[in-house]
């Protein structure tokens, strides 16, 4: 069974802090890793992709990914309230094949104090 | 329109109704899925398509029938619904081949209560 594994939280953090959200996963073929927003009562909305090892910066969003030890991660600098939702981490179902299969994550719900 | 739209937003439906739930892409993907998403619970994935055929049923109970006519359209066909069935219904689609295949984008879902 191929898993994702984020912790539910809520992260509570200071407005103007950095978040940290971690993400694990047991699929050592994965290729591709994607964390996803989601606010309550909303759809999931794509944030970030992220493909080789290393970081990869999007604005005040940074998506690290460590293949050998199977965690991608996203970091969130000056946090603002508004940044308050679930991230969900979500990775590529091995090499793929016909499906183009994503495996999520429960998400993490991240609260931004004022 | 852009994005992937869905419609309609709301259904309140009987257990011996029958409704169909539409998405539509205007992304020119060629991969659609259809996934379930309850309160506090992960988002479950049920129906892939890829270029109009169906590629994963994720042991989805046959009172839920998806119709994909197109690359840009799919349908979920309801019928005799249970109440545990009441939950947010997301379409999404992703490109399917080549660079970002991967990427899925959601439509803003239907939330249905089966009563």
């Known amino acids: 069974q191929k898993e994702v594994e984020q912790n539910s939280g809520p992260l509570s953090v200071p407005e103007g802090a950095i978040a940290s959200l971690n993400c694990t996963y047991s699929d050592r073929g994965s290729q591709s890793f994607f964390w996803y927003r989601q606010y309550s009562g909303k759809s999931p909305e794509l944030i970030m992709s992220?493909?080789?090892?290393g970081d990869k910066e999007d604005g005040r969003f940074t998506a690290q990914l460590n293949k050998a030890s199977q965690y991608v991660s996203l970091l969130i600098r000056d946090s603002q309230p508004s940044d308050s939702a679930t991230y969900l981490c979500a990775v590529a179902d091995g090499y793929g094949g016909a499906t183009n299969k994503l495996i999520f994550g429960t998400g993490t719900l991240l609260a931004v104090q004022p | 329109e852009t994005g992937v739209t869905q419609t309609p937003r709301h259904l309140v439906m009987g257990m011996t109704n029958k409704k169909s739930l539409k998405c539509e892409q205007h992304?020119?993907?060629?991969?659609m899925y259809w996934y379930k998403q309850s309160a506090k619970k992960p988002l479950e994935l049920m129906f892939v398509?890829?270029?109009?055929?169906?590629?994963e049923n994720n042991s989805v109970p046959s009172r839920f029938s998806p119709e994909c006519p197109n690359s840009s359209h799919l349908f979920l066909h309801l019928h005799t619904l249970q109440p545990e069935d009441s939950a947010l219904y997301l379409c999404?689609?992703?490109?399917?081949?080549?660079?970002?295949?991967?990427?899925?984008?959601f439509g803003p879902g239907t939330r249905l209560t089966v009563t």
């Open positions: 398509y890829n270029f109009k055929e169906q590629t």
């Open positions: 999404a689609s992703s490109p399917g081949t080549g660079a970002g295949s991967y990427e899925q984008y």
């Open positions: 992220i493909y080789s090892n």
């Open positions: 992304l020119g993907h060629n991969a």
